[in-house]
Nanobody, 128 residues
Framework: QVRLVETGGGLVQAGGSLRLSCTAPGGTFRDYSFNDYAIGWFRQAPGKERELVAVIDGTFGITKYADSVKGRFTLSRDNAKRTVALRMNNLKPEDTAVYYC????????????????WGQGTQVTVSS
């Protein structure tokens, strides 16, 4: 079970920006390194199922974005700091959700299968 820490949420007006961070505390991955893992951001809005927002692989920076956020959200990772950031621009009210991050050693699996174990998440609220 991997538990990551999400920070950076808040209240912002439509059209605004936020930067979320996902950090793996030291020792999170035991026998593996942070860059052995793809990191994905997911979100869950009230009354809706959790969905993938974006995912980045561990070594080559390969990314995948949900169609709804393409061109507005950008992933970046700093393996030395064990952190993945999600920069969110031009936010819309429909982006309002609790945002979570998760990890998997397989990029493809994290891109297509919703994990079962989650941390606290961080709330993003976009007002119109």
């Amino acid at each position: 079970q991997v538990r990551l820490v999400e920070t950076g949420g808040g209240l912002v007006q439509a059209g605004g920006s936020l930067r979320l961070s996902c950090t793996a505390p030291g020792g999170t991955f035991r026998d593996y390194s942070f860059n052995d893992y793809a990191i994905g951001w997911f979100r869950q809005a009230p009354g809706k199922e959790r969905e993938l927002v974006a995912v980045i692989d561990g070594t080559f920076g390969i990314t995948k974005y949900a169609d709804s956020v393409k061109g507005r959200f950008t992933l970046s990772r700093d393996n030395a700091k064990r952190t993945v950031a999600l920069r969110m621009n031009n936010l819309k009210p429909e982006d309002t959700a609790v945002y979570y991050c998760n990890a998997d050693r397989e990029f493809g699996r994290l891109s297509t299968v919703i994990p079962r174990d989650w941390g606290q998440g961080t709330q993003v609220t976009v007002s119109s």
